[in-house]
């Protein structure tokens, strides 16, 4: 199964380090600009509502993550790759006050990877 979502050993680490700060239930959501800056934020569940308008790409570090469906379709033949950098975050994220942001970076998939993916994505029947 090809992963439309991954995180690096630094994100991991991070994530656990907020899953002990505020409980075991994050989730994430990748934002689509506007004042947080296409970041991948980290909420508490049930802080922000997800619905018809969301794509559920996966887990990281145990937490769901989603993305805007408009988003996605620009972003579709990518794998996302959350990752730590230095600095301030997205001011919605609970990373924030600790002097680092989650970061969004990509890969491009492979022919065949995007093969598997609509085969994946199609219904059973």
């Known amino acids: 199964m090809i992963e439309k ?9 991070l994530i656990a380090f907020l899953k002990a700060r505020h409980g075991p239930g994050l989730m994430f959501h990748q934002s689509g600009g506007c004042c947080d800056n296409s970041a991948a934020n980290c909420y508490l569940l049930g802080e ?21 469906k408009a988003q996605y379709q620009y972003w579709r033949h990518t ?4 990752d730590v950098i230095e600095g301030h975050g997205g001011t ?4 924030g006050p600790e002097g680092k942001a989650f970061h969004t970076r990509s890969r ?3 022919a065949d990877e995007i093969a598997q993916l609509d085969a994946q994505d199609q219904p059973a029947g």
């Open 5 to 13: 979502v991954i995180a690096t050993p630094a994100a991991l680490e």
């Open 48 to 68: 922000i509502t997800t619905g018809a308008g969301d794509v559920y790409l996966g887990d990281i570090g145990g937490c769901p993550f989603y993305i805007g």
């Open 79 to 82: 794998q996302l790759i959350i």
């Open 92 to 95: 919605f994220s609970l990373e």
């Open 108 to 110: 491009v998939f492979t």
